[in-house]
Nanobody, 125 residues
Framework: VQLQASGGGLVQPGESLSLSCAASGSVDGFNIMNWYRQAPGKQRELVATITGGGSTNYADSVRGRFTISRDNTKNTVYLQMNSLKPEDTAVYYC????????????????????WGQGTQVTVSS
C-alpha cells in the first residue's frame, strides 16, 4: 500500500499543471489528504488540504490559484495549479493522516501519516 504522486514537470510562468496522487494496493479509503511542497533550502510547507467530506483549505500563497480535489472511487487526490509562478518551484508531496487498506484476511487496517515520493515542479522562463 503506497501513495504515488505524478504530474510534475517544467512550465513557464503563468501556465498550469495538474498533479495526481493515487493510493495503490488493497486501499480502502483515506481520511484527510494534504499536498506539501519543499523548495531547495527551505522547510516543507503545507500547500492544500482536503477532508474526507470535501472541505478544503489553502496556504495564502496559493489561494485562488490552486485547487485540491479528490475522487474517492479512485482513491486519488488532485492538485490543479494555475497561474504558476517561479516561487512555486518545489518538490510536491502528497500526504494523508490515515490510509486504510484490507490485509490478506480482509481485515481493515490503517497506516498513519503516509507520504508519496514527491514530484518536481519547476516554473521558469
Amino acid at each position: 500500500v503506497q501513495l504515488q504522486a505524478s504530474g510534475g514537470g517544467l512550465v513557464q510562468p503563468g501556465e498550469s499543471l495538474s498533479l495526481s496522487c493515487a493510493a495503490s494496493g488493497s486501499v480502502d479509503g483515506f481520511n484527510i489528504m494534504n499536498w506539501y511542497r519543499q523548495a531547495p533550502g527551505k522547510q516543507r510547507e503545507l500547500v492544500a488540504t482536503i477532508t474526507g467530506g470535501g472541505s478544503t483549505n489553502y496556504a495564502d500563497s496559493v489561494r485562488g490559484r490552486f485547487t485540491i480535489s479528490r475522487d474517492n472511487t479512485k482513491n486519488t487526490v488532485y492538485l490543479q495549479m494555475n497561474s504558476l509562478k517561479p516561487e512555486d518551484t518545489a518538490v510536491y508531496y502528497c500526504n494523508t493522516d490515515r490510509l486504510f487498506y484490507r490485509d490478506s484476511y480482509n481485515f481493515r487496517r490503517r497506516v498513519d501519516d503516509a507520504w508519496g515520493q514527491g514530484t518536481q515542479v519547476t516554473v521558469s522562463s
